[in-house]
């Protein structure tokens, strides 16, 4: 039981972990404007924080479509033009977040 117990713990630091050095070690590449095809208000059915945080579904100009972390999911209607910042992780890896 109690190799169960370590096991756990030792992978709940591991995934801690990952998420902080993707925030902290990230840099930013490339300031985008796109357009909004979809919006995801998260799970919004428990009263805290919700499990699934919300999002966008933008089209770049490029013609892909992305999903972009929302601060304000209400913010810019289905249609509208969003600014976006581009972020990568050491290891390569591409996300998006909302600009103000």
């Known amino acids: ?7 756990f713990l030792v992978l709940l630091a591991a ?10 070690l990230s840099r930013k590449t490339a300031e985008l404007t796109g357009t909004v095809v979809g919006v995801d208000r998260g799970n919004p059915a428990p009263k805290w924080f919700p499990a699934t945080p919300p999002r966008y579904k933008v089209r770049l100009p490029n013609a892909s479509l992305v999903d972009v972390a929302a601060k304000n999911p ?3 209607p289905v249609g509208g033009s969003i600014s976006i910042t581009e972020w990568m992780t050491p290891w390569g890896q591409v996300w998006y977040t909302q600009r103000d």
Do not use: H
């Open 1 to 7: 039981m109690k190799t169960w117990v370590v096991l």
């Open 15 to 24: 995934g801690v972990a990952w998420g902080l050095a993707r925030d902290l």
């Open 74 to 76: 209400v913010s810019v």
